[in-house]
């Protein structure tokens, strides 16, 4: 670095020496700025085979390796730590999907099993009731939908030794488990008195209350009386 600093000025000062003999016209002016080159190239030189200098460069190489290899390794991180997420979250969402459809084969299943034993149950509940049973049930459905009768005249029909004569508890069952408006059948039996017999609706009800008569009950047969047309 000291030959260079010489060199320099040297250079330097040759090159002023050498206008200036240029100037006097001495004939020296050539000779000294070939000295004044050739100082400068020293200078060039020096500076270059300059250890310091050699040493910021590879510094500076070193620096900007280090700095790019920082830069890439946190951009790696980055990257991972986005995939991780990404993982993690496509991960939670196929557990809470698989969850869900589990639960819902779960629920099918139950239900399917809910229905099946009400079924089964069903079918042995049906299978357990004796013939004369399900006869009397169907003679009941008969009575009531085609001759609109009370729930007490259709027991006694079905009990009757003049009438179906089936046993009290097959005609129990008929009656407990027929479905029918009784209010209705005791409407279609009034207005069946009302227009093929002109009864008054006093004789009308007595008749569907009587004992001897429809059997329904005074509830049914007000009712029937009150929706006469």
Known sequence: MFIGLVSFVASITFTVIAFVS????????????????????ILII????????????ADSTDDKAVTT????????????????????????????????????EAEKKAKEEAEEKARKEAEEKENSIPREYKAALRTAETYAE?????????????????????PPEAAQYAID??????????????????ES?????????????SEYGEKFTKEEAQYAIDNLE
């Open 22 to 41: 240029k100037a006097k016209k001495n004939g020296k002016a050539k000779k000294q700025f070939f000295i004044a080159a050739a100082l400068f190239a």
């Open 46 to 57: 020096s500076v270059a085979a300059d250890p310091s200098t050699t040493v910021e460069n």
């Open 69 to 104: 290899a920082v830069s890439t390794e946190g951009a790696k991180e980055d990257d991972q730590a986005k995939k991780e997420t990404e993982d993690k979250a496509k991960l939670e969402a196929e557990k809470k999907e698989n969850e869900e459809k589990a639960k819902l």
């Open 146 to 166: 085609a001759m609109h009768m009370s729930k007490a005249g259709i027991y006694d029909q079905l009990t009757s030794e003049y009438g179906e004569q089936f």
């Open 177 to 194: 488990n027929i479905v029918v408006d009784w209010k209705e059948n005791a409407l279609n039996m009034a207005q069946t008195y009302a």
């Open 197 to 209: 017999m002109n009864m008054s609706d006093a004789d009308i009800y007595d008749q569907l209350i």
